[in-house]
């Protein structure tokens, strides 16, 4: 009978000190503290880490910050080559006259025929917008060299350029081709120097 005590005060033991246990976890958790992870032999704990604040020195604050790329000024050549259809004409969407310009448009097909990508007549007028991300330029080409050059231009300079003899065409390059809004990323108002 003896036996039968001992066994069941080691059951009571083993419970009360799982409930000692239990206890200590949840209260070291409720007090915020950690729990220590055990490791694996021979793996040393990483340390903390303290991040060190940035400092500024006078060095770093008298450098000047890197400003981005500004545009050419209107006018200013941005390139010279050959192979006009290789180079000026690839990816271009639409090639011909524009009209009708506005402050957020213009209309091509209108006052003359229009081409697409594959240079092949495009039957009909379309809209194409532009914003200030959009890209204006000039090119001067040379038909019977195969040569162009292309200058840097603006939105003032399309508009008044359209209205003179030989600058009737342009090149437009969009955003997105199959969009039901055209937006023009790039626009390069064209006369041949040679014809």
Do not use: H, W
């Amino acid at each position: 009978m003896s036996g039968k005590r001992n066994g069941k005060k080691g059951y009571v033991l083993v419970i009360i000190l799982l409930c000692v246990v239990l206890v200590g976890v949840v209260l070291a958790n409720a007090l915020g503290r950690e729990r220590p992870v055990s490791q694996a032999p021979g793996t040393a704990a990483p340390e903390a880490v303290t991040p060190v604040p940035e400092v500024e020195t006078q060095d770093e604050a008298a450098r000047p910050v890197a400003q981005p790329e500004e545009e050419p000024s209107a006018g200013t050549l941005i390139e010279e080559n050959t192979g006009l259809n290789e180079n000026l004409f690839a990816g271009m969407d639409y090639f011909g006259g524009a009209s009708d310009i506005t402050d957020t448009s213009f209309a091509m097909g209108k006052a003359t025929m229009i081409f697409d990508k594959n240079a092949a007549p495009y039957m009909g007028t379309i809209t194409v917008m532009y914003n200030e991300d959009t890209v204006f330029q000039r090119a001067v080409l040379y038909n019977s060299e195969d040569r162009y050059e292309l200058y840097s231009s603006d939105l003032d300079t399309f508009k008044a350029k359209s209205q003179e003899e030989g600058y009737t065409n342009c090149i437009v390059f969009l955003e997105d081709p199959e969009a039901e809004e055209l937006v023009a990323k790039r626009v390069i108002m064209d006369r041949y120097a040679d014809i």
